[in-house]
């Protein structure tokens, strides 16, 4: 591993190491992707990565190619001590909203490990319920924290594999480019074609 990148491993496991010299064992990371899109699920993905875990070129997912994310998810998985992942669908984003849709993926991830951890850190988000667990928000922890950028990779990936077997079946939309993000050629093709089956009436409104 080259020294740049140890160096910046370094720098993402520090609020990880706090807390584990805080006394805790066990800290699983929370990160969801797709609460932004006008199409398709929010996934949510949480993990627990051993203390030592330093996988080259984990990071914020935004921050990954999909080549690299890819390779990535595979690597996380096989390290993790524990993980889990939901998938809340657009209809229940349209139901109970997307705030609300997010941290009802948090409880069922939390329930979902088989290693409960000590001590939860998540991406911005409050007022969750975590059977319990307690959980500290850390703004932009995606970029910041090595177990929550690993859960990012876990659900980014998740979603766009979703989102590409939707582009298969729905290939005027584009959802394998955009993933069905707000981009011109997105609502464009809404104004086209119509809504399909996976988009979120409460996100599209105002362009149907």
């Known amino acids: 591993m080259k020294e740049k990148e ?14 584990y010299n805080e006394g805790y064992e066990y800290i699983c990371g929370i990160d969801e992707a797709g609460r932004g899109p006008l199409a ?12 030592d875990s330093m996988i080259e070129g984990v990071n914020d997912s935004k921050k990954v190619s999909e080549k690299k994310r890819e390779k990535l998810y595979d690597l996380i998985i096989e390290e993790a001590l524990s993980y889990s ?74 979603r766009d594999r979703i989102m590409r077997e939707w582009d298969s079946i729905y290939p005027q939309y584009g959802f394998a480019q955009h993933k069905g993000y707000g981009t011109a050629k997105h609502i464009q093709a809404i104004k086209e074609y119509g809504i399909c089956s996976i988009h979120r009436k409460s996100f599209v409104k105002n362009f149907i």
Request: aromatic share 2%; net charge negative.
């Open 6 to 19: 140890l160096l910046r491993l370094n720098e993402i496991k520090k609020i990880d190491e706090s807390v």
């Open 40 to 51: 398709g699920p929010v996934v949510v993905a949480t993990v627990i990565m051993p203390k």
């Open 85 to 158: 992942v939901a998938i809340i669908g657009h209809d229940v984003i349209d139901e109970i909203n997307i705030l609300n849709a997010t941290k009802a993926g948090v409880t069922q991830v939390v329930d979902g490990l088989d290693l409960k951890p000590d001590l939860i850190i998540i991406d911005a988000l409050n007022h969750i319920d975590t059977r319990g667990i307690p959980y500290e928000p850390i703004i932009k922890g995606d970029a910041k924290c090595y177990n929550i950028a690993a859960a990012s990779i876990l659900a980014k990936v998740t």
